[in-house]
């Protein structure tokens, strides 16, 4: 039927894909896509990385997975398949920032 479902949360990852389980909006047959920049993120607390750093590997990081999950769509759509796709809040804000929204919302 094409539906898509946001949910949005302030639970953590797996809180979240579980809320969705037992919602039964995620199922086991469905391919999952997660979009997070968590291994950034730590490398940023760390002090690994910058601010400014983190926020162009986040942005090309975000792109590539959104672009991946784009591919996964496409492939579930022939094949009739359920998609759902989980994103953390510092990949979300980036999602929907004016360089990468049109490929996210599409």
Known sequence: AN???WVLTGDKQ???INIGQACSLVTPNMKLR???VEDLVK???DGEISSAEFEE????SVKQQLQAGLIDAE???LLDADIGMVIDGRSLTLALTEELSASFLA
């Open 34 to 36: 997660i979009i997070n």
């Open 57 to 60: 590997l986040a942005m090309a």
């Open 3 to 5: 539906i898509a479902v």
């Open 14 to 16: 797996d809180t979240a």
């Open 75 to 77: 492939a579930a759509k």
């Open 43 to 45: 490398k940023e607390n």
